[in-house]
């Protein structure tokens, strides 16, 4: 009975919803009275939605303005509305959307606002400065896990100015039918991140030997930017290939890797961080383990930071198709240019296809927590995950794996189609030339990758102190009445700059909790 003697408070998105959140903490119990005379029927949990008028059978439930189901049977006010009073809307379908028919003005330039990073070759910056030893088959990743440790034990300590050492492992590589035309996906997320902005242009590969993905394939010449007169002059791509005949014994595999890592590092080594402008940053923003107040509390503070950052000149990338899916009219509208508003039709259409393929569709995203959290189907997910993506123009389409040119995809909002499982979607960002990552969760998860800093926002105040040493942002400030949506907002957008400059580190960098990289791959496996 804790939570009546606090102030019953519900959390309605839209002056048109027909249903709230309930706010309290640990929820709130049948009687409980909001200020507005509205008294509960039913005990609801937190995050939970509460039937603010009657709603008759068959009427629809409104949240974010938008239709989230349709009544299963009369629900009283005061009622909870959970999943098993819902009925699911049908996905919009995937013709006369409107097209780029949104033109917000301009927004006002932010400008002034540098960090420190490490400027490369092909123009991109990295917030890290990582040797990564990238790998063609998943046959080598027990012999790269080995050599990764020597090499931090004994050689790291004299590359003082070398964050870390990755070994790039992975599924792929064989045993996959490699000529099917998806294979191109996990191929090109695996060289896309072998190039990512954080590991200074230097490419290492350990490869098996007799693996389906050759090196070459792999990297073919010109895929990469040669990074000094050694490797132009002598060979295109530093390989040290296990079953070369010179290697008698696994030490004779774990020397090479050794010495072929000593220039990578010395490189590196060399390197120092220079002021860049705000700009250079490339933000891929992703939501996991949702609840309701995703789309209240952090999504809306991630969305400002957004605004902010692409004010700034800034990348940011969002996201998880199944989650955009049911807002995919809000998102063709805000398209910058009809074809822009074409490529995000051409990537839902290429996923429905995908999910049909294997007899589902796009609810089958959310999760059981999901549905504890309070959110009851795809539809009102999609809500709350949308928000994230601010309101900016969207001046770009990735397909899965695709990375930025920085030659007219350079700057602004940015659709990278992804699933929106948690570390595919990471990775396909990755792939797509992040170099900082923002991550939203309600229910709570300790996420992060090796490659580049994660910075997680609690949705909650409850989680946020409960994983006080896991998540860096509490936007549950927001739904406590302690801070707004643009305090929350500009936090981030500072400790972006922070951690991007490596002054800061975020609590998944401190830890080393660093999740597999998990490649996209829909062709067929051999
Ligand atoms: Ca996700």
């Known amino acids: 009975m804790e939570a009546a003697r606090v102030t019953p408070l519900f959390i309605r998105m839209h002056d048109a919803d027909n249903v709230a959140i309930v706010a309290n903490n640990g929820g709130l119990p049948a009687g409980a009275v909001f200020a507005n005379g509205l008294t509960l029927v039913d005990r609801v949990p937190q ?20 239709p989230i189901g349709y009544a299963l049977k009369d629900i009283p006010a005061g009622s909870w509305v959970h ?74 300590p004299r590359y003082p100015h070398v964050d870390d050492v990755v070994g790039l492992e992975h599924s792929y590589g064989c ?23 954080n590991f200074g242009g230097e490419v290492m590969v350990v490869s098996l030997g007799c693996e389906k993905l050759q090196p ?10 040669i ?39 010395e ?34 503070a991630v969305g400002f930071a957004t605004d902010l950052l692409v004010r700034a000149g800034a990348t940011v990338m969002f996201s998880e198709t199944t989650e955009v ?65 601010g309101s900016v123009p969207i001046t770009g389409v990735l397909s899965p794996g695709e990375k930025l040119t920085h030659k007219g995809l350079s700057s602004g909002l940015v659709y990278a189609a992804t699933p929106a499982s948690d570390f595919i979607c990471g990775t396909l960002q990755l792939a797509a030339g992040m170099n900082l990552h923002v991550f939203t969760t309600g229910r709570g998860t300790p996420y992060g990758l090796a490659a580049v800093p994660v910075i997680k926002v609690a949705t909650r105040t409850d989680l946020a102190t409960r994983w ?20 929350v907002g500009w936090e981030l957008f500072h400790l972006l700059l922070e951690v991007a400059s490596g002054r800061k580190k975020t609590w998944a960098e401190h830890w080393k909790l660093h999740n597999a990289l998990v490649l996209f791959n829909p062709a067929p496996i051999t």
């Open 267 to 300: 490189r590196l080594n060399a390197r120092r961080r220079e002021p860049v402008p705000a700009s250079a940053l490339v933000v891929g923003v992703q939501c996991g383990g949702s609840d309701a107040f995703s789309g209240v509390t952090a999504n809306p």
């Open 325 to 389: 899916r049911d807002g995919i009219d809000q998102l063709t509208c805000r398209a910058s240019t009809p074809e822009v508003a074409e490529a995000m039709i051409r990537e839902m259409a290429w996923y429905d296809a995908y999910l049909k393929k294997g007899q589902v569709d796009r609810s089958a995203n959310t999760t059981p927590g999901n549905k504890q959290g309070g959110l009851s189907n795809i539809v009102e997910k999609a809500m709350g995950s949308i928000v994230k993506s």
């Open 83 to 156: 999943e098993r009073l819902l009925d699911m809307p049908a996905a919009r379908g995937l013709v006369g959307l409107p097209m780029a028919t949104v033109q917000p003005p301009a927004p006002a330039p932010l400008e002034g606002y540098t960090f420190d990073g490490y400027r490369n070759a092909d123009g991109t910056v990295g917030t890290r400065n990582i040797l990564a030893i990238t790998t063609t088959v998943q046959c080598v990743a027990g012999v790269v896990d080995f050599a990764v440790k020597r090499i931090k034990d004994e050689l790291l």
């Open 468 to 487: 006080h040493d896991l998540m860096d942002i509490n936007a549950g400030r927001i739904a406590d009445g302690q801070a707004s949506i643009a305090d």
């Open 175 to 197: 045993g996959v039918a490699i000529d099917a035309p998806d294979a191109i996906i996990p191929i090109r997320t695996l060289r896309n991140i072998t190039l990512s902005p």
């Open 216 to 225: 070459e394939r792999f990297l073919p010449p010109g895929s990469f930017a």
């Open 47 to 66: 995050g939970h939605k509460v039937a603010l008028i009657d709603l008759p059978q068959g009427s629809a439930v409104l949240r974010y303005n938008v």
């Open 227 to 265: 990074v000094d007169e050694r490797q132009q002059t002598e060979a295109a791509l530093d390989v040290v290939c296990l079953q070369a005949d010179k290697h008698v014994g696994f030490m004779s595999m774990i020397d090479s890797i050794l010495q072929a890592a000593v220039p990578h590092l």
